[in-house]
């Protein structure tokens, strides 16, 4: 068990639930004769139906339809060989249908893919002992379901925790793309159907032939599954032939023209390109005082022949404002350069926007973008690899984070606005939308580094696909797929991952204040007072009597104005804002009482204990389940959870005791700065060892280190 397998460990059941027993033991892959998504569905049932239930399977390409089989294929093949089926008419683009009955399981997809989509259910159902019978027809909401593989061409992976690229390696595409296919597996097997191979922070000698030939064979790996290649560009590519790349120039946009018609040679299905332009150093047109729409609009015109879209980062800003204005925001950025182009962008470019106006924080309030293109396809970007999360040191399920900001309405038009509902293109009829997930997805055999952090790959696709599942019934699914069917297993996975958030929320950054990790290099551990004064805009204003960023209309930074009127009135007003966004909006004494009727500070000081104190019974209930969990992932899981039971009082203590240094306001349990039990390295007897004053001074007890 060292994770390679995923959730798809084909584990044996004892069949025991409804219609397991009454597996078939013959499957016909419709029209299945050389390899496809339909292909691989006939040999994906084979070996999980013979794994799970111990049986002999065989697969045929056709199939006499009056014997036990389970028959996958197209709506069209199935009709072609058997006639109609009345269901079928339900079926929307990757959608699926499983009809079952005691001797027949009949297993259609709108198209190729939607049949792989429906034999991964069934499967899924046979694994988990809960095969329904009858008809159940899923259809996915949003077109666009992908991830983004931040992938360096030099092999290593930007903010990812699971080892090296899959993809690259010294430059070029690697040679053995196995690995590929085993990933696009996984991710078809929760309906991801695109994967953008290398990092937004894009390098130009991507576009070489050599690495172009290799993109085909990426392709080619993961083309069985459905899983369509994407790439990032950059921006100035051109500009080492060219001398310019200003996307209004012809010459440029032949340039372009040029190399995507190449790479769709060797792709022909490349589901299209991701854009990073004018932010983090990043070039873009605005170099060229072009807008942002001229710049996505050229690539739209480069893969609109072949059926591709642009998906352009909303991602834009400035990260050399200065903190010395107490009315910049980098939160106001993307509307100030996005929403006057509403309606600019071509039909096949979707603005691909992160789920919180900053980055990716342990929370945010939801981008007000949403709520402003109403004209222009958008996407969610959804971080699975928790950078500012623990980076799968700490273990958090981030499911509940996403479906916040999913279900949260922001009421553009003083009408229902669900983000879910806006970004699938329901809310304002847009044609294309959807999710873009940056898993950080790795050579290490566990994919993201940790056994449970695939809880959030698999909870990211689900999602993706239907956004009203609850993440509890998502996680439960995974926790039997991944560890089997021992109660106290589930129970206790399921209490450690909904805890999870809620934990890390509390030791690390509260009300909405942001996660105040160190800022400016490694995104992990404490260190708030880089979260001020620094030029990447993510700041708490933490002062001596008052903290938080003012974002309110009148006296801050307009933020709370980006939002729809309803919304507005809401973030604007400092008694109306919600507790946990309160330091988000609004610039309070740190002895402002909350609607819990604690002061501010008095809850900073009891959340980073009891965010502590969960995470130090996460071991104990990690411990509990001994023996009942294969020991290899139970105690490569425990050291995580062991590890972050440590460092969330590094946490606790580092947060709690800068923000009694700022405000000298006393713990009114007395536990900050008083530790009892605790005898510091420096008042013992040092041989070999000195102690020194630590910058940041908070992360050590007392301002002091030895070294
Ligand atoms: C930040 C990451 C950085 C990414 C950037 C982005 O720290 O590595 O390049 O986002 O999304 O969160 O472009």
């Known amino acids: 068990e060292d994770g ?41 049932l084979r070996n999980g ?90 259809n996915p909401q949003a077109p666009i379901r992908w991830t983004n593989e931040w992938d360096n061409m030099d092999g290593t992976i930007e903010r990812g925790y699971g080892g090296a690229s899959n993809f690259f390696r010294d430059g070029y595409v690697v040679d053995n793309v196995t690995r590929a296919a ?38 080619d790996a993961m083309r069985p599954y459905g899983v369509q290649l994407g790439v990032s560009l950059n921006f100035a590519s051109p500009n080492a032939t060219l001398g310019t790349f200003d996307p209004l120039d012809p010459k440029v946009d032949a340039w372009w023209a040029n ?35 001229d710049g996505a609009n050229m690539f739209a015109r480069a893969v609109a022949p072949h059926g591709g879209v642009v998906m352009f980062r ?110 699938t293109g329901e809310r304002f ?49 995974w926790i039997r797929l991944t560890f089997g069917f021992d109660q106290k297993v589930l129970d206790t996975i399921t209490d450690i991952s909904m805890r999870s958030w809620p934990a890390y929320e509390g030791y690390s950054g509260n009300l909405g204040v942001q996660t105040l990790t160190d800022i400016l290099y490694t995104h992990f551990g404490p260190n ?47 008694d109306k804002t919600p507790d946990n966004l309160l330091l988000w909006f609004h610039h309070v004494p740190y002895t402002r009482r909350l609607k819990s009727n604690k002061t501010v500070i ?8 009891e965010g502590a104190a969960s995470a130090q019974s996460f071991v104990k209930q990690w411990e509990s389940l001994e023996g009942k969990i294969d020991k290899e992932r139970y105690e490569h899981q425990l050291f995580r959870q062991t590890y972050q039971a440590g460092h969330s009082l590094v946490w606790r203590d580092s947060i709690n005791e800068y923000f009694y240094n700022l405000s000298r306001i006393e713990d009114e349990s007395n536990r900050v700065g008083n530790h009892p039990y605790r005898i510091e390295a420096e008042s013992m007897d040092l041989d070999g060892y000195k102690s020194y004053v630590v910058n940041p001074f908070e992360t050590a007890s007392g301002f002091t280190a030895i070294v």
């Open 528 to 574: 708030p007072a880089s979260q001020d004064n620094n030029g990447w805009g993510q700041w708490l204003r933490a002062g001596n009597v008052t903290i938080g960023m003012d974002r309110t209309i009148e006296n801050g930074t307009g933020n709370a104005g980006n939002y729809p009127p309803e919304i507005a009135e809401i973030f604007n007003d400092v």
């Open 429 to 477: 009829k847009r044609p294309l939308g959807g999710y873009a997930g940056v898993p950080g997805a790795g050579t290490n055999t566990t994919w993201l580094g940790s056994h449970m952090a695939m809880s959030n790959l698999y909870a990211y696709g689900k999602l993706a696909w239907d956004a009203s599942l609850g993440s509890e019934d998502i996680l439960q699914d």
């Open 602 to 609: 008095q809850h900073f000081y009891d959340a980073h204990y």
């Open 49 to 138: 139906i013979s794994s799970i239930l111990a049986k002999n399977v065989q697969v045929r390409a056709d199939g006499c339809s009056n014997s036990s089989a389970v028959i996958v294929g197209t709506v069209d093949a199935y009709r072609a060989a058997y006639g109609d089926v009345k269901e079928a008419e339900a079926l929307e683009d990757d959608g699926y249908l499983i009809h079952s009955t005691p001797d027949k399981v009949i297993i259609l997809g709108c198209n190729e893919r939607g049949a792989l989509y429906g034999a991964f259910e069934y499967l899924s159902q046979i694994a988990r002992n809960n095969v329904t019978s009858g008809v159940h027809v899923s």
């Open 259 to 293: 190399i995507t018609n190449q790479i769709y040679k060797k792709v022909p299905d490349m589901a299209g390109f991701l854009v990073k332009a004018n932010s983090e150093g990043q070039p873009g047109p605005l170099t060229y005082n072009r807008t942002l729409a």
């Open 4 to 44: 390679s397998r995923g959730w798809l460990r084909y584990a044996p059941v004892r069949p025991t639930g409804h219609n397991t027993l009454d597996v078939p033991s013959t499957i016909v892959a419709l029209n299945s004769t050389k390899i496809s998504p339909v292909f691989t569905a006939g040999q994906e």
């Open 182 to 219: 085993e990933y696009a597996r996984l991710l078809a097997s929760v309906g991801i159907n695109g994967v953008v191979v290398n990092n937004v922070n894009a390098n130009a000698t991507l576009l070489s032939d050599r690495n172009v030939e290799g993109l085909g064979r990426l392709a």
């Open 314 to 423: 909303a991602f834009v800003y400035d990260n050399h404002i200065t903190y010395a204005n107490w009315t910049s925001d980098r939160a106001n950025a993307q509307l100030e350069f996005f929403q006057h182009l509403d309606g600019k962008f071509d039909e096949n470019v979707v603005v691909q926007i992160k789920y919180g106006p900053i980055d990716f924080q342990v929370r945010e309030a939801p981008s007000p973008l949403f709520a402003a293109l109403h004209n222009t396809s958008t996407a969610i970007e959804l971080q699975v690899t928790p950078e500012y999360l623990g980076q799968n040191c700490h273990f958090v399920y981030l499911a509940p984070l996403w479906k916040e900001i999913l279900d949260f309405d922001l009421r553009a038009e003083s009408r229902p606005s669900k983000i879910k509902d806006i970004i």
